[in-house]
């Protein structure tokens, strides 16, 4: 099938949808078929809602790799809609299915076409912008469906050097590379604008959100041109970007990709051909900027799809209207140091080595943060020290900054702290990174969820209807939790979500104002 020249110009040629009656549990319908623009799609029906995995949103990008997507080209017949897409290839082994082939969608909808215009909430994975997909257990949307009577759709697109790597300056012909991964995003919302009614979902209110890597490329399409007007509410769970990478830094990048390959850099043309395994082999190298890790590839400002940084020098004006949610877990950094049991054990003497880059990364003096938390805190311990201080540090210095931009700026954002700690395993993860993402989709019983115990639902209960408020609105309010009130600067209102949840002026404010006196850098810049 030929690929589509444009990604815009083939949506006003599509096919029109055809007429079809109203399809949903009422009619009895075990094999669902949707009409989409480009061809049918045959579902099926999990725990009483209409489901669609692995419905088509863009062309094989293999033999687009480096460039921006397109639409794919129609198809005759009915598409099975079963099973979910392949991830893009990537070093993480648990990743199931990998190609580059993985421009695919899943949606979840109580009913089709039935003109009921439910509000639309779209789901993209975390993994930074190496690793993931969204067909992970707990991102499954038929709880959050039935739950709200919401459409909830979750997506793959291009990761890593895929998605991300910059070829602009070495190779002729790929001024889209450092963010075709974003221009994937852009795509498949282009797909549920155009799409989605089919689905019974209203295109004029339809809500992002995303956890970690998630949340920070939604941070950074806010900033984008192209995705303007193709969302209306925005959540981010612990993902930020402030700024993208530069150009140079993101060239330095390819070349020490380019040098784990044995390649010079006048062959960086031939990285369009190699198979994609080798070119997965090569991630590993250690960062050139960063100094650790391996290769960083994330959003670029190219100064033709990005042409400003997301949330820096100033929140973007092209999302000034767009009510958004920006929260953080207490203990962000216990899901990434926990894995290290010498991490419970620490002495005092020991602590020093432990507040040093990479776990602290910020440039300020082990002795002096290890003095403020002991005067806050008298009762910490210095492994207590040590998962506060990195959590402040680093991912939530990210969310504070874009608070307080969209605060000074007015734009309407709601802040909250998840504080609920799961007693699985004694409780020594606290609520670490990722552990919102079982109870915004309601999803505890889910392979991989760590939500256990009496509390658990009620924590679900409270999220959930929460984000579902707030897709409905674009306010959380609910009967669930409290009032919930906006960000300001005066008060830095937060919502702590616990049994029971409470609204809270600036929490952990001490640890805030301690480390607002190092400059910030967003990690990958």
């Not at 990195?390 to 307080?404: C, F, M, V």
Request: charged content about 20%; proline content about 8%.
């Amino acid at each position: 099938m030929a690929h589509d020249l444009t990604r815009r110009g083939a949506f006003g040629a599509a096919l029109a949808f055809a007429a079809a009656p109203a399809a949903s549990l009422a009619s009895g319908a075990a094999s669902p078929v949707a009409r989409t623009r480009h061809g049918r799609v045959r579902g099926y029906v999990d725990g009483g809602v209409l489901a669609f995995r692995g419905i088509r949103y863009g062309a094989d990008t293999g033999p687009l790799r480096f460039q921006a997507p397109r639409t794919p080209a129609p198809w005759d017949g009915i598409a099975e809609a079963t099973q979910y897409g392949p991830a893009c290839p990537q070093r993480d082994r648990d990743a199931g299915a990998t190609s580059e082939d993985c421009l695919f969608l899943n949606v979840w909808t109580p009913a089709l076409r039935d003109g009921a215009k439910r509000p639309v909430m779209v789901y993209i994975h975390g993994g930074a912008y190496s690793n993931g997909s969204g067909s992970a257990p707990l991102y499954d949307g038929v709880r959050l469906a039935r739950r709200g009577d919401v459409v909830v759709v979750t997506l793959n697109h291009r990761l890593n050097v895929f998605g991300y790597g910059y070829l602009a300056r070495l190779v002729p012909g790929l001024p889209d590379s450092g963010n075709a991964g974003q221009l994937d995003l852009i795509l498949a919302l282009e797909w549920v604008r155009d799409n989605i009614a089919e689905f019974g979902g209203d295109p004029s209110q339809v809500m992002v959100f995303g956890q970690s890597g998630g949340g920070a490329k939604i941070a950074t399409v806010m900033a984008m041109p192209a995705a303007a007007g193709l969302f209306h509410r925005a959540a981010t769970m612990s993902g930020q970007q402030v700024t993208a990478s530069g150009p140079m830094n993101a060239a330095r990048r390819t070349l020490a990709f380019l040098d784990a390959l044995k390649l010079k850099p006048e062959e960086a043309h031939l990285l369009r051909t190699l198979p994609a395994g080798r070119l997965v082999e090569a991630l590993g190298v250690e960062d050139p900027v960063l100094g650790f890790g391996g290769l960083y590839f994330g959003p670029v400002l190219d100064e033709g799809n990005l042409k400003r940084h997301p949330f820096y020098p100033d929140a973007p004006a092209q999302s000034a209207k767009i009510p958004m949610i920006i929260g953080n877990t207490r203990d962000e950094t216990r899901a990434f140091m926990g894995n290290d049991p010498s991490n419970f054990t620490l002495s005092w003497d020991e602590l020093p080595a432990k507040l040093t880059f990479p776990n602290l990364r910020v440039d300020v003096l082990p002795e002096a943060v290890i003095a403020e938390y002991r005067r806050l805190y008298p009762h910490y311990s210095p492994s207590d020290v040590l998962f506060a201080a990195t959590t402040a540090a680093r991912s939530w210095r990210g969310a504070i900054i874009e608070l307080e931009e969209r605060a000074r700026a007015g734009h309407p954002t709601f802040a909250y702290q998840l504080d609920w700690a799961t007693p699985k395993d004694g409780g020594r993860l606290g609520a670490p990174h990722a552990s919102d993402i079982q109870l915004v989709f309601d999803n505890i019983a889910k392979p991989g969820a760590t939500a256990i115990g009496p509390e658990a639902q009620t924590m679900a209960d409270q999220m959930s209807e929460a984000f579902l408020a707030f897709a409905r609105t674009g306010d959380p309010n609910c009967r669930a939790i409290p009032r919930w009130e906006p960000f300001t600067l005066a008060r830095r209102q937060t919502m702590v979500f616990d049994v029971p949840s409470r609204l809270e002026d600036d929490p952990r404010g001490a640890e805030r104002r301690f480390f607002a006196k190092v400059p910030y850098v967003q990690p990958g810049t």
